[in-house]
């Protein structure tokens, strides 16, 4: 099974650009890429920030270009967007009212969370009711393989900045997915191609379609920096879970001939 993860949209309007880069230009470039190399993969997951201003326009003009793409597509809410305004553009809130979604394929489920808080904080929440949620899917999941997508991690990843802001009360979210069998979390918020191991569960991070947030402080002049974008194609299979993390805007041939290194390598 085959599945698309990218995340930190950050849209403003069309044309408009977002600390010196085009946030729509390089999301187009992305689902153009995404369509023509893996239009057989089952779903595509966003995982949140899909507005810098959480404004109505720029969900709308993000789901005329969703409709192009011939996958189907699960979003999810980062401390940029507004839920009021995408919920009028998308619709699809849980009983609670929070854009939280479960799909079960293959013999597994996947669970997009909402842990958007809301300003003036860039932090994350995971309250009471959003919680219920959750117990009650992972209770319906089983003992079957889950999948967790969300925009903030529920623990600290070494930097400085975004530690500050990461799931309040990571420890109460962890609680929940005890005796749970988590095979994977994706998140975003962090700019940054990250993986490792939290709770003896695997996770990994993507930089952002538009600004990245440099791993040292003070290695680039301003406080964001311009490093390649990149979305996840996820391969899972019943014994292991690949992530490969395509730099899509920074590929291209090597100073060689085609026809060299054609032979047969094995």
Known sequence: MKFIHLTDLHLGKPGELLWGLDPFARLDACLTDIAAHHSDASFCAITGDLAEQGEIASYRVLKRRLEELPIETYLMLGNHDSRANYLQVFGGADPAGHVQQAIARNGSYFLFLDTLKGPPSSAGLYDAPRRAWLKAELDRAGDAPVYLFMHH????????????I???????FADLLNDHDIHHIFFGHAHRPISGQWRGIPFSALPSLNHQLPLVGGSVETVYSDEPPMYAVVLIEHDRTIVHADAFLNRGPARMAKDAERDNWY
């Open 153 to 164: 991690p529920p623990f600290d990843i070494g930097h400085p900045l975004q530690d500050l």
């Open 166 to 172: 990461k799931l309040d009360d990571p420890e109460g």
